[in-house]
């Protein structure tokens, strides 16, 4: 039995090169906000959607590295730009090009999180697929979750830093 209650059917779904999907979530990444986009994408109704964590659509192929480097980023108060493969309510998948941005009150404080993602180019996807299925062979090579992911997020550094960019500047290249 995995920990996901819908298997991955290997088929992809597409929107709308325009389209573009938000979400905003509170602090815990429990969703408060889902567009239309969103819903017909990923397959849920808005209802199934609101309160559950953001990770509803998280594909098993993704990385848990790539979570850990977005969670880090917008706890330092920061945005993030990310490809991500997510999973519809029936298993299909579909990529996005994510913009995640805390969001602040008048005094300053993270109050919530705020995501517009695109359709990402297949130019861009060919480049980041073979990093991200690297990644998660090398979490998968521990028998404990964390201590892959960890060992993943210090290969993703080293792999970027190779590059002699800045993370920023790495995905913006891909």
């Given at each position: 039995m995995t920990k996901y209650a819908v298997q991955p059917t290997?088929?992809?779904?597409?929107?709308?090169?325009?389209?573009?999907?938000?979400?905003?979530?509170?602090?815990k990444g429990r969703i408060t906000y889902a567009n239309d986009v969103f819903i017909d994408v990923a397959g849920y109704s808005e209802a199934e959607l609101l309160?559950?964590?953001?990770?509803?659509?998280?594909?098993?192929?993704?990385?848990?590295?790539?979570?850990?480097?977005?969670?880090?980023?917008?706890?330092?108060?920061?945005e993030i730009f990310a490809y991500v493969k997510n999973m519809t309510?029936?298993?299909?998948?579909?990529?996005?090009?994510?913009?995640v941005t805390p969001s602040l009150n008048d005094k300053g404080e993270v109050i919530s999180y705020h995501s517009n993602r695109r359709?990402?180019?297949?130019?861009?996807?060919?480049?980041?697929?073979?990093?991200?299925?690297?990644?998660?062979?090398?979490?998968?090579?521990?028998?404990?979750?964390?201590?892959g992911m960890n060992a993943a997020f210090a290969v993703m550094v080293d792999t970027i830093k190779n590059t002699g960019m800045a993370y920023e500047e790495f995905v913006f290249t891909l």
């Open positions: 290997g088929r992809e779904v597409f929107f709308d090169d325009e389209g573009i999907i938000v979400s905003k979530t509170d602090l309160g559950q964590p953001h990770s509803i659509v998280r594909h098993p192929d993704m990385p848990r590295c790539v979570f850990k480097l977005l969670w880090d980023v917008l706890h330092a108060r920061q309510k029936y298993g299909d998948h579909y990529w996005v090009f994510a913009h359709v990402p180019t297949r130019e861009a996807l060919a480049k980041i697929e073979p990093i991200y299925q690297a990644l998660l062979a090398e979490e998968q090579r521990h028998a404990n979750a964390k201590e």
